[in-house]
């Protein structure tokens, strides 16, 4: 399903069947430039409905403010179309969850004031979601699931991790970026290439046509599980300045404006292709350093970036190599979701891990 809920706004989801009984949970999202809700009953994901945020694309990035007030905009058409697609009504949910960090705050504050406003409202509990969680029990929504212990590459637009995963409510982050996260790196990129936000999926199209072996860009060499996007970021800059002559800044060898242009032109697949290889090589080359270190080789994939064609595919093929399990959430439970939101909340509702009313949203958050 997808309808157009205003001039700037995109309305899609999914449903299943719903109806009264058993353990239902609302759960809300609005961390960034997603306005999202999902009912899942007795751990099934009945709706997943999003509204994502058209507004941001002529501004090359997510403005906060913006953003804050498209959630206002949203929450309650969204909630509502949630609870009509799941034929789940407001007074049969037993508990409303919300992702209480990390993200921008004004986003943050929109979804849970609003899921506080109902859990106060329907006298039901109230469960407060770490986002980055949530993307990792993303794998948790569809069959087959991972057994645990599992590992989880979590790579998004602000997130790079390594989490190892011991049960729904145990987890602990093993490496993660220093800098810029996987989908910056993506986007970046693009950016810098004249490509508009997000400029991941549009890396992903080009380089399916592209040689990725025709240029070389450098892997960073950081010490243990933690990831590093900067380098290579800087390296790229000076390559398309350079018009392809090399990836050190050099005076001598600085195109003008109208010679990297061409040179972007004409070698936009390639470019692309070997961008998208360097940065899935980062990815799975520590992911294979967290395998050999835990011995654990259940390992799953998360977040935005994990819709990328190239990853998916070398991450399958490394787990057919060597016999590991891989497991890759569906694309509509990849990129910000209410569904993660609501499994999440399913899982700490059994372990009876609520939170009162005076909670509020933080920007940032341990784990
Ligand atoms: O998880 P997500 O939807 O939002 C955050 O929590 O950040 O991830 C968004 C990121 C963006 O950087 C976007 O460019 C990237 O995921 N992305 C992709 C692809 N689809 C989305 N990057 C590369 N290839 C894709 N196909
Ligand atoms: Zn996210």
């Known amino acids: 399903m997808k309808k157009e809920i205003s001039n700037s706004n995109t309305l899609a989801g999914s449903s299943a069947e719903g109806g009264s009984g058993g353990l239902s949970i609302l759960a809300i999202e609005s961390s960034c430039d997603e306005t999202s809700a999902s009912i899942c009953k007795d ?4 709706s997943n409905i999003i509204a994502t945020q058209k507004i941001h694309e002529q501004y090359g990035g997510v403005v906060p403010e913006l953003a804050s007030r498209a959630h206002m905009q949203n929450i309650v058409p969204v909630v509502q179309t949630a609870l009509q697609t799941s034929d789940i009504k407001l007074q049969d949910i037993d508990a409303i969850a919300f992702t209480q960090s990390p993200g921008l705050i004004g986003s943050l504050l929109v979804g849970s004031q609003f899921a506080k406003s109902l859990s106060l409202a329907l006298d039901k509990p109230l469960i407060a979601v770490h986002h980055m969680q949530a993307h990792v029990l993303a794998n948790l929504i569809d069959d087959p ?6 590992l989880c590459l979590t790579v998004s637009g602000g997130h790079t991790q390594i989490v190892q995963c011991e049960a729904p409510t145990q987890m602990k982050v093993i490496g993660e970026t220093i800098d810029d996260a996987a989908g910056e790196a993506f986007d970046k990129s693009a950016k810098l290439m004249g490509l508009p936000y997000p400029g991941g999926p549009l890396i992903d199209k080009y380089a399916i046509q592209g040689d990725a072996t025709r240029f070389k860009f450098p892997e960073p060499q950081i010490p243990g599980l933690n990831f590093s996007f900067s380098g290579l970021k800087t390296s790229i800059l000076y390559f398309l300045q350079n018009a392809g002559t090399t990836l050190v800044y050099k005076e001598e060898f600085r195109a003008t404006e109208e010679e990297k242009q061409k040179f972007i032109n004409d070698n936009l697949a390639d470019i692309c292709a070997s961008i998208q290889h360097r940065i899935v090589s980062i990815l799975l080359n520590k992911l294979k350093k967290a395998i050999a270190e835990t011995g654990i080789s259940n390992i799953c994939l998360a ?3 994990s819709a990328n064609s190239g990853l998916r595919r070398a991450f399958e093929e490394l787990g057919a190599k060597n016999g ?3 497991y890759i959430p569906a694309f509509e439970y990849c990129t910000d979701n209410a569904a993660m939101i609501a499994i999440t909340g399913y899982y700490k509702y059994l372990a009876g891990q609520f939170v009162d009313l005076t909670v509020s949203a933080t920007a940032r958050a341990e784990w």
């Open 324 to 326: 590991w399990g891989t």
């Open 43 to 46: 751990g099934k994901i009945l």
């Open 303 to 305: 977040g935005g970036v």
């Open 145 to 150: 699931k991972p057994n645990f212990p599992f």
